[in-house]
């Protein structure tokens, strides 16, 4: 070293320099970054519009999905920043464009759409990323700016992927099979590692042996990618017992396609946790046209599906509480409703007949005054039981107000017939009901409809088996 010269400064200056080169880089490659806006809301279009030249960055505007479609056929675009709910052609029509024909195009969607399956489905059409609004405008900036860099790297490298419908992060994972015949992971390596996504290469033998596995597998299941590859864990023993039959017939029944993917399974990690994941898988064939390896794409879903079965519960609850009795569990008017009319429109369609028996029980009221109407709902409860024994398999119960009950009898063959059910109704009813130290006895009035010979509406028919019943009570 030269007496006077100062190695830090040296080091510095080269630093500087580097760092000089690599801004002067990126502030060019943001001026040839071409970004497409697509929102059908003015203000958010020129908003972004205005964002984005802070930055340096040019961008085209379209008002909906068939301006951007037209973009899209004349011009190429690096990134399209997109809304989902647009009138005409939404957001998930474009991905689904984009990702046919201009799959090197990236995709951020930025939307007030929330829901887990347009969010799971935007993903697996191409999504970089989804953006809630409002989201900070930092956020999206710095996601243009890695997919920018990305961008640069990929250029840089001169590494080649073929065309397929997932986001920028899994195209990479998709081509495993020429990442690893190249003999080229660092790329790989340092994309997949900084995602959400775990990369699988298996072997086509019966118990699915890995022969590659991404490193970030260890964030996931808690096995090193290394615990995988030598075969210490097997990844058919990870998949939850309850799903490994399915995951397995997937893959049989699927071997005609190139592209397959799985419903959401769970696997076990290394700790006994459940993990519910998204598997997209390829198949690899060799010149025969033999599978070789499956490869795939491993999202863990766990809130997602766990979000999912949570709303599903509660909308069917919901869905439940409204067409039922929450007294005797049986169908309400609502959904005795719905299907008589259903019932009606199959017996024009076969040219049978159907017949409504309203049931009435006589002087329920005293029970409810006298012995409380604790007593009175167990009444009603054995009831519901009693009627719901002696119907045959094809008729269904309801109760559609107090004390009044209706079977509904399909494929009639005769009045005969629905006279014999409403004179084994009764017979059921009256047979005591023993309830605290009180045996109960009840009666009851039927009143008769029948479709097509009274009526084939609906609401006429109910309203004249009322009446039948009201008549069958003076009596």
């Known amino acids: 070293m030269v007496s006077g010269f100062n190695d830090g400064k040296i080091k510095s200056s080269l630093n500087k320099e580097k760092n000089t080169k690599q801004q002067a880089e990126i502030n060019s490659a943001k001026k040839n970054f071409s970004i497409l806006v697509v929102d059908d809301d003015l203000h958010m279009r020129k908003s972004l519009r205005d964002l984005l030249a802070m930055y340096g960055m040019n961008s085209t505007l379209a008002d909906d999905g068939q301006q951007a479609l037209e973009l ?8 399209v920043l997109l809304d989902i709910n647009m009138p005409k052609i939404n957001g998930l029509q474009v991905m689904n464009e984009i990702h046919h ?33 409002p989201y ?14 990305k961008s640069g790297l990929k250029a840089n490298k001169t ?39 775990v ?31 030598t075969g210490k864990v097997i990844y058919k023993n990870i998949i939850h017992p309850d799903d490994v039959k399915r995951v397995l017939e997937e893959v049989v029944t699927d071997r005609k396609t190139i592209k397959f993917k799985h419903k959401p399974y769970r696997l076990i990690t290394k700790y006994g946790a459940i993990k519910w994941v998204d598997d997209s898988s390829s198949i690899v064939r060799d010149e025969q046209g033999n599978i070789t390896h499956y490869q795939g794409i491993i999202m863990d879903i766990t809130e ?50 159907l017949a409504l028996l309203y049931i009435d029980l006589d002087k329920f009221k005293p029970i409810n005054d006298t012995l409380g109407h604790a007593v009175g709902d167990e009444v009603l409860k054995a009831v519901a039981k009693r009627l719901r024994k002696n119907i045959r ?31 084994k109704m009764n017979h059921a009813l009256q047979q005591p009901i023993h309830y605290n130290n009180h045996e109960l006895v009840i009666t009851s009035s039927i009143g008769i409809g029948l479709s097509p010979d009274d009526t084939d509406n609906a609401e006429e028919l109910l309203k004249k088996a009322d009446m039948a019943m009201y008549q069958s009570k003076q009596r």
Do not use: C
């Open 393 to 423: 398999a094809m008729d269904s119960v309801a109760r559609i107000g107090g004390d009044e009950f209706i079977v509904l009898m399909e494929s009639v063959s005769n009045l005969q017939d629905v006279k014999s059910m409403a004179k």
């Open 159 to 197: 590494v080649s992927l073929k065309n397929n419908p997932q986001s920028g992060v899994e195209k990479t994972l998709m081509e495993l099979e020429d990442i690893l015949h190249n003999e080229d992971l660092t790329l790989a390596n340092e994309i997949i590692n900084s995602s959400p996504a």
């Open 304 to 353: 997602w599906e766990l979000s999912r079965q949570k709303m599903l519960q509660k909308q069917t609850s919901l869905a439940y509480a409204a067409y039922h009795d929450p007294l005797t569990e049986l169908p309400n008017r609502l959904l005795l409703l719905d299907r008589l009319q259903q019932s009606i429109k199959k017996t024009q369609r076969e040219k049978k007949h």
């Open 101 to 133: 024909h201009y799959s090197e195009t990236n995709i951020i969607v930025l939307s007030g759409e929330t829901s887990f399956e347009n969010t799971r489905q935007a993903f697996r059409m191409g999504a970089k990323d989804f953006l809630n609004k």
């Open 136 to 149: 900070k405008p930092s956020e999206l900036i710095d996601l243009i700016h890695k997919i920018i860099k």
């Open 199 to 229: 990369a699988f290469l298996w072997k086509n033998t019966p118990h699915f042996p890995v022969q590659f596995v991404s490193e970030n597998v260890v964030n996931l299941l808690g096995y090193t990618a290394n615990e995988f590859m």
């Open 72 to 79: 899209l056929n004349n011009n190429h675009f690096d990134l």
